[in-house]
């Protein structure tokens, strides 16, 4: 792929200057994923729809202390409501990946609006940290495979859905959340939960510390999937753009 090919056009547009990816990043065949194909022990931690102005903080002082790097799939609205959390997540070594900007079925729009929803998030959270997700999850998994072949094609977005879900926002309780995680996890596994639930927050200590005396190691999304580490990637503005700020 040209380098023209990695700029990222309709957030360029959007946004009134262009935002490129780093030249190193390739996505290749990755257009739909639910697991990392690894015998590696090691597994990626994902949150879904943050930040929240309370519980996120929560949840990070958790991984701290840990260690234990995630990755989380932020709403662009609350990213640009709370950028001082997603800084944190940012200066903590998470990962931050797209999850639209206001968490609709997208399989109910068409692929301009599909767009939209991810470049007005991408803008939100390149705004907050100067960088930009490389990896995309539809709300409630909801995604046509045509849509999520464009959105590859237009934005290099692979499509992460996830391998364990223990349906934490049903709210069965902090121990069956835990043990749902821990009883899950296999090389590979990427785990879905969500930061903005208490009980997820309460089960995380002990999913993480049952998940590591498995013998499982912690990986964020682009890691596990062999690719760089999201926060050692070099974001650059074009020149033209440089030139203009
Ligand atoms: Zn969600």
Do not use: C
């Not at 022990?41 to 929560?58: I, K, S």
């Not at 989380?72 to 903590?92: H, L, S, T, W």
């Amino acid at each position: 792929m040209g380098a023209s090919g990695l700029l990222m056009p309709g957030l360029a547009e959007a946004a009134g200057s262009k935002i490129a990816l780093p030249p190193d990043i390739s996505n290749e065949r990755l257009i739909t994923v639910t697991a990392a194909p690894t015998q590696r022990h090691l597994v990626a931690m994902t949150f879904d729809d943050g930040p929240h102005p309370t519980l996120t903080p929560q949840l990070l002082d958790i991984l701290k202390a840990r260690r234990i790097r995630a990755t989380f799939y932020v709403i662009g609205r609350n990213v640009a409501r709370y950028p001082d959390i997603v800084k944190r997540m940012v200066d903590e070594g998470h990962e931050i990946g797209n999850h639209t900007w206001r968490h609709p079925f997208l399989t109910q729009l068409g692929s301009n609006s599909v767009l939209r929803e991810l470049d007005r998030t991408s803008e939100a959270v390149y705004k907050a940290v100067q960088r930009i997700p490389v990896t995309m999850r539809p709300p409630y998994g909801a995604l046509s495979r045509n849509q999520r072949a464009m959105i590859h094609k237009e934005r290099d977005m692979p499509t992460i859905l996830w391998s364990v879900d223990p349906e934490d926002w049903r709210r069965p309780g902090a121990q069956v959340v835990a043990n749902r995680i821990v009883g899950g996890a296999r090389p590979g596994s990427i785990i879905l939960s969500h930061d903005i639930h208490g009980p997820t927050i309460k089960a995380m200590p002990a999913a993480l510390d049952g998940i590591k005396d498995h013998g499982y190691k912690f990986a964020t999304v682009s890691m596990i999937l062999g690719q760089r580490d999201w926060s050692k990637m070099r974001w650059r503005l074009p020149r033209e753009a440089r030139a203009k700020s």
